[in-house]
């Protein structure tokens, strides 16, 4: 079956880095799509980032533009999320999602399967 695991998430202070890592399993990896997106506390599901099935491109919500990198590892089943700058607003729960496509989706129900999540917290 097809499952979604995120690692890497933690405390980190303003200013900081982390990178989160979502490790795909149950289906073909290199053939869809993938996105971020997160959940802050009292707020709804906010896209972030997404990533063609071969990599070739790759887009950003306007928030982390220029601070969040995505990129994938198709020969290890890898997604990745390279966050620098991090700000207290960037504190969320982050998922990661499989697109029904090769190309990025841009509705919640275009995407199939979600992880679990792995909490990002940005405090000094």
């Known amino acids: 079956q097809v499952q979604l695991v995120e690692s890497g998430g933690g405390l980190a202070p303003p200013g900081g880095s982390l990178r989160l890592s979502c490790a795909a399993s149950g289906f073909t990896f290199s053939s869809y799509a993938m996105s971020w997106a997160r959940q802050a506390p009292g707020k709804g599901l906010e896209w972030v980032s997404g990533i063609y099935a071969d990599g070739s491109d790759t887009y950003y919500a306007d928030s982390v533009k220029g601070r969040f990198t995505i990129s994938r590892d198709n020969a290890k089943n890898t997604l990745y999320l390279q966050m620098n700058s991090l700000k207290p607003e960037d504190t969320a729960l982050y998922f990661c999602?499989?697109?029904?496509?090769?190309?990025?989706?841009?509705?919640?129900?275009?995407?199939?399967?979600w992880g679990q999540g792995t909490q990002v917290t940005v405090s000094s």
């Open positions: 999602a499989k697109s029904l496509w090769t190309v990025v989706a841009g509705r919640s129900d275009e995407y199939d399967y």
